[in-house]
Nanobody, 130 residues
């Protein structure tokens, strides 16, 4: 079964840091663009950050540039989102999703990933509060 499992969320004070993990199960992260969306209560889901494969691109929402960093660990088949200088407005459920695949590498770009319309996992809750 192909699965992405998010973890690493929690409660943190403003200015603090968290590292989210997205572990792939049943497949390798090679050939995929992968990244994070988030959804805060009462708000629409928004793209946060992506790591592309086809074109080596990356994407960061303006609201997180300079504070969040996405990275891949191919040996662990995991993608991370390092979140620093967290703000209360970063509070949301964070979801990890992918685009592309071994036979669809032309779709493994952040541009395609931004139009993601597939299914969503349970996500991981991030709460920034004092």
């Amino acid at each position: 079964q192909l699965q992405l499992v998010e973890s690493g969320g929690g409660l943190v004070q403003p200015g603090g840091s968290l590292r989210l993990s997205c572990a792939a199960s049943g497949f390798t992260l090679d050939y995929y663009a992968i990244g994070w969306f988030r959804q805060a209560p009462g708000k629409e889901r928004e793209a946060v950050s992506c790591s592309g494969y086809k074109d080596g691109s990356s994407y960061y929402a303006d609201s997180v540039k300079g504070r969040f960093t996405i990275s891949r660990d191919n040996a662990k088949n995991t993608v991370y989102l390092q979140m620093n200088s967290l703000k209360p407005e970063d509070t949301a459920v964070y979801y990890c999703v992918k685009e592309g695949g071994p036979h669809f590498t032309y779709q493994a770009t952040c541009a395609t990933w931004l139009d993601y319309s597939g299914s969503w996992g349970q996500g991981t809750q991030v709460t920034v509060s004092s």
